[in-house]
T-cell receptor, first 107, second 116 residues
């Protein structure tokens, strides 16, 4: 069963506009959720994790257990935010990744 | 920061040949490494967990005789795709657990394998 769902494969927004990348998960226990980002020709890297409740590069993500969601948000998109974003759920040592959302920020 | 170096970044091989992919932890010891595969437009899927000094643990549906994993040292794990076929063409990526730091996992840059 698909543990992590990212419904949008492609997302385009204008520079300065708010952006939200959706992520829904399926897990009965206490989830540990991450957002990873892959910029063009670079390796996959951690963007943020829900337990630290931090904001990285202006991005935030709130875990909503009622809706089983972990959407990634940024109030004002920048061109350098264009990248591939993966939502991930970890259970034990196993990652479950979403299929990714390709974000394009239009100048 | 801790880096996992994966080599090669891309490889093209003929059907029936074997290809070895290396994953090295450059400035830390990785007792456990993970190998993932990603087909186009699909999620990263865990193939196996590689433990230093012991046999790898394969996920269901992954052929252990086809995808040979060796983790002979604390800094190197290798994945060998044996008798490769075009359907093995994929993006392979390794990951290692860090024991300290906020990022518990770090990823290699991936290997794009094309079997012709």
């Amino acid at each position: 069963a698909q543990r992590v769902t990212q419904p949008e494969k492609l997302l385009s927004v204008f520079k300065g506009a708010p952006v939200e990348l959706k992520c829904n998960y399926s897990y009965s226990g206490s989830p540990e959720l991450f957002w990873y980002v892959q910029y063009s020709r670079q390796r996959l890297q951690l963007l943020l994790r829900h337990i630290s409740r931090e904001s990285i590069k202006g991005f935030t993500a709130d875990l909503n257990k009622g809706e089983t969601s972990f959407h990634l948000k940024k109030p004002f998109a920048q061109e350098e935010d264009s990248a591939m974003y993966y939502c991930a759920l970890i259970t034990g040592n196993q990652f479950y990744f979403g299929t990714g959302t390709s974000l394009t920020v239009i100048p | 920061g801790a880096v996992v170096s994966q080599h090669p970044s891309w490889v093209i091989c003929k059907s029936g040949t074997s290809v070895k992919i290396e994953c090295r932890s450059l400035d830390f010891q990785a007792t456990t490494m993970f190998w993932y595969r990603q087909f186009p437009k699909q999620s990263l899927m865990l193939m196996a967990t590689s433990n230093e000094g012991s046999k790898a643990t394969y996920e269901q549906g992954v052929e252990k005789d086809k995808f040979l994993i060796n983790h002979a040292s604390l800094t190197l794990s290798t994945l060998t795709v044996t008798s490769a076929h075009p359907e093995d063409s994929s993006f392979y990526i390794c990951s290692a657990i860090l024991r300290t730091g906020r990022n518990g996992y770090t990823f290699g840059s991936g290997t794009r394998l094309t079997v012709v």
